[in-house]
């Protein structure tokens, strides 16, 4: 994606801050799809600016480097937002928790304020609570801007909890690329999508695959993602003694639906979770999906309605779920089929009206000279 495409003067101009994909994780394919689905919108142009710019050349080698690697990234960074944020109308920040908060969110909003543009906040992090819990620094940054938009009622409940306001416009799902397909027969063709990371849990995944692979020995296991856990991870496979379990490492968010389509039930079991994308997709494809019920996971799947939920950290309940799921295929299909119809509401026709809600919203805040209205206590 480049920074700044061509844009229409009769459009309202936003830029999105946010990662590229060479930062791992979800905000930076959330950012990508969203900014494909404003291209040629007559309503809004749209434009990424990067938190992760690349370095003039001679710099590059730093990025290897901890810390100094933070410092060079800041050093191209403010240029960049210097450059772009005075051109748009709104700027939409994404922001996660902790340093993420401070080294990236933070330094396109002073910005904008220094341009006098509104800011819409959209936070993604199953962390909030205790960032906010923490930090007198974000509570006072999000009372600040415009609005602040995120894409849970359990994340809103977590602001609300700070006397703040949060609008909530999900996660977008493309239902024509994962396309919805009933399994039939429902094999042991098991996949995880999340990275190999703290707070993904991996590893209860694992665990949870030899429960199930003594039970069902042609079970297979298929792991989609990457990050500094590989290599233990790949270790506690082998001790485990498992069979049939392939890390697929990174997958192009282009061609990820393909992973998806291949399988025929889900398994995941985060720590700590918001709204993942993950879920969305799952239901999108039809998999009947098992997870553990980490945050705002319960808010969009709803255990025996949508899929199977089983406890933080509980390998046994998560295999048990899954060995259900396959005892009895009719129903299976049935969560699958529930979970699928839930998937209207994060539709871009329908998720598209949310967003130009939040961002003629921030407009109207700024232009009025109006309190944060993001706030109900100071």
Known sequence: MSAHPLRSTRALQVAIVAPTFGILGGHAVLAGRLVDAWRNDSDVDAWLVPINPPPVHPLRFALRIKYVRTVVTQLTYWPLLLREIPKADVVH????????????????????????????????????????????????????????????????????????????????????????????????????????????????????????????????????????????????????????????????????????????????????????????????????????????????????????LAPVGDHQALADCVLRLLADPDRARQLASAAHLTCQRYQWPVVRMQWLDAYRGAMLARTSQAPAVNSRTS
């Open 93 to 308: 920040v994404f922001s996660a928790s902790y340093s993420a908060f401070v080294l990236s969110a933070l330094p396109a909003i002073v910005v904008a304020r220094a341009f006098n543009r509104p800011v819409v906040l959209n936070y993604h992090s199953g962390e909030a609570a205790d960032h906010l819990r923490r930090s007198r620094l974000a509570r006072a940054v999000l009372r600040s801007v415009e609005r602040i938009v995120v894409p849970s009622a359990f994340l809103a409940d977590v602001f609300r909890e700070h006397g703040l306001d949060a609008a909530i416009v999900p996660n977008v799902v493309d239902g024509a690329r994962f396309a919805y397909r009933e399994r039939e027969p429902l094999r042991p063709r098991i996949l995880s999508t999340r990275n190999l990371t703290y707070p993904y849990n991996v590893a209860c995944t694992l665990r949870a695959f030899r429960l199930i692979q003594d039970a069902r020995p042609d079970a297979t296991l298929t792991i989609v993602g990457a990050g500094g856990e590989e290599r233990p991870l790949r270790q506690l496979a082998a001790d485990l003694g498992l069979t049939g379990v392939e890390f697929a490492g990174r997958v192009d968010p282009d061609s990820i639906h393909r992973c998806y389509a291949e399988h025929d039930i889900y398994l995941q079991s985060p720590d700590i979770d918001n709204m993942p994308l993950s879920v969305l997709e799952a239901f999108a494809s039809g998999l009947p999906l098992v997870s553990t019920n980490a945050g705002g996971v319960p808010t969009i799947l709803q255990d025996g309605t949508h899929g199977l």
